[in-house]
């Protein structure tokens, strides 16, 4: 069974990091990309980040490009997503999600879903 298992949400003040982990399980190929997405109340879930598994390539939306950064770690099947100089609009609940391909993610076809984790950034 495919799963996907976020970690690493919590409480932050305005300017500091966190470390959003999230654990793939029941893949079978590296030809996958995993993404991460946001979700405030009240508005649409957002793309963040992409990572292609097998190419290692990856993708940001505007707002987080070059305060971000998504890794994997392929032996430990787990994609990171360090977050830095966070800001108080960068609160949501993060969901990571899995597709064939990065223009999946993109189209917003996406397959597998975690449960999310929340990130709250606050004084």
């Known amino acids: 069974q495919l799963q996907l298992a976020e970690s690493g949400g919590g409480l932050v003040q305005p300017g500091g990091s966190l470390r959003l982990s999230c654990a793939t399980s029941?893949?079978?190929?590296?030809?996958?990309?995993v993404a991460w997405f946001r979700q405030v109340p009240g508005k649409e879930r957002e793309g963040v980040s992409c990572?292609?598994?097998?190419?290692?390539?990856?993708e940001y939306a505007d707002g987080v490009k070059g305060r971000f950064t998504i890794s994997r770690d392929n032996g430990k099947n787990t994609v990171y997503l360090q977050m830095n100089s966070l800001e108080p609009e960068d609160t949501a609940v993060y969901f990571c999600?899995?597709?064939?391909?990065?223009?999946?993610?993109?189209?917003?076809?996406?397959?597998?879903w975690g449960q999310g984790v929340q990130v709250t950034v606050a004084s």
């Open positions: 999600a899995a597709a064939p391909t990065a223009a999946n993610v993109r189209n917003s076809e996406i397959q597998y």
């Open positions: 029941g893949f079978t190929s590296d030809f996958y990309a």
């Open positions: 990572i292609s598994i097998s190419e290692g390539r990856t």
